[in-house]
């Protein structure tokens, strides 16, 4: 009830000990002018109203009670960051890649997606490899770089390269035992086009630089008294 | 992928420790040769998945650890190195 200090304002009551006060009750009635407060309310002190509380729209009871109690997750919000690159990948560095169905093709590296990975291409026409993702440890970042200041990337992310979500088809008793019709999967035909649009570019520039084109269309390997801790790439 | 061989596991005079093995990577014959390889996997007799951590003294030979360990009567059989994850 009784007003706050100030801010700022140190009590006007200090402490002796803790929890003992140099004045007294009345001395500090006195102190802090309560009476002056009381004189100007007409003898009593004035009194504020609470606030009307804001009307509580009556929540419904809910439908369903666990049996047990649930533990809710812990709070995470941590945010995730694409993953550091090496200083030797830089947009138009040739790689060579490690591991998978493509492994020691050279490819022409383009972007790094929100998730971290790369984003690849052959380009197709000259070694086959379309436009992927892949991990950083899975490649050798070479020194050739190709120009790829004419590719606008600003479509792929990676959403783009996600699976398409399989309808869930319901099994009739039938059905069950026939089988199963294959549906084959055939990239959708604007994939092809980005394809071909972010070739386009590509291969302009390839083409302009001697050999880059039959350097891209060759496998990397390892011939007999190839070190490749010596190896300079 | 570079090749190697297996040799024996990590021992003393009398205690054999089976969990790390050694490699003898072709062509790899100085401490320092190693380090290009380290953190690099192992594939042995197609089976056994393994990581190079650290050389094995000065002369190029490589301490592997195995996901399980390698089979003692393999001691002497290829082994090849891979070269992810990449760090070039």
């Known amino acids: 009830m009784a007003p706050k200090a100030a801010t700022g304002r140190t009590s006007r009551n200090p402490d002796l000990i803790r929890g003992v006060g140099k004045f007294s009750r009345s001395k500090m009635y006195h102190k802090r002018g309560l009476w002056a407060i009381k004189a100007k309310n007409g003898g009593v002190f004035p009194k504020h109203d609470p606030k009307p509380a804001a009307a509580e729209t009556p929540a419904k009871p809910p439908k369903f009670y666990p049996a047990d109690d649930v533990k809710k997750p812990l709070v995470n919000k941590r945010k995730h960051k694409p993953t550091k690159l090496r200083a030797s990948i830089t947009p138009g560095t040739v790689f060579i890649l490690l591991a998978g169905r493509f492994m020691g093709k050279r490819v022409v590296f383009l972007k790094q997606l929100t998730s971290g990975l790369l984003l690849v291409t052959g380009p197709f026409k000259v070694n086959g490899v379309p436009l992927r993702r892949v991990n950083q440890s899975y490649v050798i970042a070479t020194s050739t770089k190709v120009d790829i200041s004419g590719v606008d990337l600003g479509k792929f992310d990676d959403q783009y390269f996600e699976k398409e979500a399989e309808k869930k088809k319901k099994k009739g008793e039938g059905e069950f035992f026939e089988a199963e019709k294959e549906e084959k999967k055939v990239l959708p035909d604007d994939k092809k086009d980005d394809q071909k649009t972010v070739d386009a570019q590509l291969i302009k520039s390839i083409e302009a630089v001697l050999d880059l084109k039959t350097y891209l269309s060759a496998r990397f390997s390892l011939k007999s008294g190839m070190k490749p801790h010596e190896l300079v790439f | ?88």
């Open chain 2, 1 to 88: 992928m570079v090749k190697g061989h297996q040799g024996e596991g990590v021992r003393s005079k009398s205690n054999q420790y089976p969990n790390t093995s050694l490699i003898h990577i072709e062509g790899v014959n100085t401490k320092e040769e190693v380090s290009w390889y380290c953190g690099k996997q192992w594939i042995a007799l197609l089976l056994h998945l393994g990581q190079v951590p650290r050389p094995h003294g000065n002369s190029g030979v490589v301490r592997a650890k195995f996901k399980s360990n390698l089979p003692p009567k393999s001691m002497g059989d290829r082994v090849r190195v891979v070269m992810y994850p990449g760090n070039i």
